[in-house]
């Protein structure tokens, strides 16, 4: 679409049309700011989207993003999205096969049936209460780091203050988390099922000095200052509309099919030159807001882009005529799945993982963690197919990096789910083929995506899901005050890849609004 520039240009141009980009846009919208968004692609919401991928299905699933956690309720009342999320009452179930007979871990359904689930797996009250003991303490810490999300970035000493807590501060933030799981809990299983919050689309050991392991962990846990995970109603997708609706309402014009190329700034006003189906055209703007990798924003200034962040993960989104009946009997499929269901995620099988994955090899067991849409919101599926019985699936997979599949991304793609899926198998009491559906042209409604396949579609340097590795909630030498500057003074960092970025949060595009309109002066109408 041709986009008409004020005479004065525009007080904001945003790159990039992904969820933060567009939280960014709504903030300065009504704050009274004009605004162009640029979209490379045909439509908004990047990652954050629902999609039909199979033929003639009704069925709309999250296709990259899939759960909420990060996402301030803040940014919800502040914009007045008409978007709501749904909690899972059962937070995790974790099959194994001990003493010849197939059982499990459930965790869910209240205390007594959880404190129930841990006694009948490792016999006795032990692990239980280490479990309340840690999560009560992560629990504390979330309700206290949280909020400084959406503040100006604290110093590490003011965050230690506010945390309040020396032991949660020497595990979280000072020690490998391995170190704090093995000390806490005996049961190997009980150690893989806390481990994995750490190794989320990052590649670590349990023990790894550089604690990227630890950074990962504490984003999964802090989310909504409870760290619990939550399925958005309508799939990921209705985020990203509401926030478009949101942005377009208060003023901003949206521009899809116009790629930016091209970022001058003399530090007081910039040009940005985007190109579309009638050519480029160039546009002033008192700020630029890059939501794209910092390897992006180093592209469009001219510059020599950073090395990217290795991204480790398998992302598979699965359509069934029915969910599978699990070897523990003692389990509804129905509760197995609509929280976290962990495969081959015990802690030593984890550590074997990222060793063979670490020697250039596939793992010989993959772990993975699936979790079922539409058993906690149906809405995404067509009345024909809920009525039928179907169900979604979404697995993710851990301790893939990006290096596995540089040589035959195909072969090794095919290769990996394979192996994934016959983990899955292990615990099922029929195949999980036989429950896929079909797609109009007859084929199994399963798609895979590596890392590769994440950068190609997506343009996730490395296929990191987070733009870069994670960083600390707390100032650092160059990250200024909220965390979103740049070596320029009006081109700020809107993505992910901003410090505390990562994840479907919207937090970057707040805090990029926000210093904004520090520098510009004024407020966002609330």
Not at 53 to 72: E, N, Q, T
Not at 255 to 278: F, K, L, N
Not at 357 to 379: N, V
Request: proline residues 5%; charged residues 25%; hydrophobic residues 40%.
């Amino acid at each position: 679409m041709p986009v008409r520039e004020g005479p004065e240009g525009f007080d904001a141009v945003i790159v990039g049309g992904g969820h933060n980009g567009l939280v960014a846009a709504a903030y300065l919208a009504r704050a009274g700011r004009s605004v162009l968004v640029l979209e490379r692609l045909d439509r908004t919401g990047g990652a954050a989207v629902s999609t039909r991928p199979f033929a003639g299905v009704d069925a709309r699933l999250s296709r990259y993003s899939y759960l909420v956690s990060l996402l301030p309720r803040k940014i919800v009342r502040d914009l007045g999205l008409t978007f709501r999320v749904r909690g899972r009452t059962v937070s995790s179930y974790t099959p194994v096969e001990r003493g010849g007979r197939s059982t499990g871990l459930l965790v869910g359904g209240g205390e007594r049936r959880t404190r129930e689930a841990f006694a009948r797996l490792t016999g006795s009250d032990r692990e239980y209460e280490s479990w309340q003991r840690f999560y009560g303490m992560t629990g504390r810490v979330a309700q206290r780091v949280f909020p400084t999300l959406t503040e100006p970035l604290p110093t590490r000493d003011a965050l230690r203050r506010r945390i309040d807590d020396e032991e949660a501060w020497r595990v979280l933030f000072e020690e490998p988390i391995g170190e704090a799981v093995e000390e806490r809990f005996a049961d190997d299983l009980v150690r893989g099922v806390v481990l994995t919050d750490a190794l989320i689309g990052t590649f670590a050991d349990a023990r790894e000095t550089s604690l990227r392991q630890n950074r990962c962990f504490l984003y999964h846990v802090i989310g909504g200052g409870t760290g619990s995970w939550d399925v958005p109603v309508g799939g990921m997708g209705a985020l990203t509309d509401a926030l478009e609706q949101a942005a377009r309402t208060a003023g901003a014009v949206i521009a899809t099919g116009r790629e930016a190329v091209r970022i001058e700034t003399d530090g007081r006003m910039a040009e940005v030159t985007h190109r579309g189906a009638d050519g480029d055209t160039t546009v002033s703007a008192r700020h630029v807001l890059v939501n794209a990798s910092p390897q992006e924003l180093a592209r469009l200034a001219g510059k020599a882009p950073p090395a990217p962040a290795e991204g480790a993960q398998l992302k598979v989104n699965m359509l069934l005529k029915r969910l599978p009946v699990l070897r523990d009997t003692a389990v509804d499929p129905r509760e197995a799945f609509s929280g976290t269901f962990h495969v081959a995620e015990g802690y030593r099988q984890l550590a074997a993982a990222h060793a063979q994955a670490a020697a250039g090899a596939l793992p010989a067991a993959p772990p993975s963690e699936i979790y079922c849409h539409s058993l906690t919101d149906p809405t995404i599926l067509g009345p024909d197919l809920v009525e039928r019985g179907y169900q979604t699936l979404t697995l993710f997979g851990l301790h893939t990096p990006a290096r596995l599949f540089a040589h035959d991304n195909e072969g090794a793609r095919e290769a990996l789910l394979k192996s994934t899926l016959a983990q899955l198998d292990a615990h099922l009491a029929e195949p999980l083929e036989d429950c896929l559906a079909r797609d109009a042209d007859g084929r199994p409604c399963i798609e895979a995506k590596t890392p590769l396949d994440l950068e190609r579609d997506l343009r996730l340097p490395g296929g990191n899901i987070f733009h870069r590795e994670l960083a600390w909630p707390y100032a650092q030498e160059g990250t200024g005050r909220w965390g979103v500057e740049t070596s320029h003074a009006n081109v700020l960092l809107c993505g992910a890849g901003a410090v505390r970025g990562g994840g479907v949060s919207g937090v970057p595009g707040h805090n990029a609004a926000m210093a904004v309109l520090e520098d510009s002066g004024g407020a966002a109408r609330a």
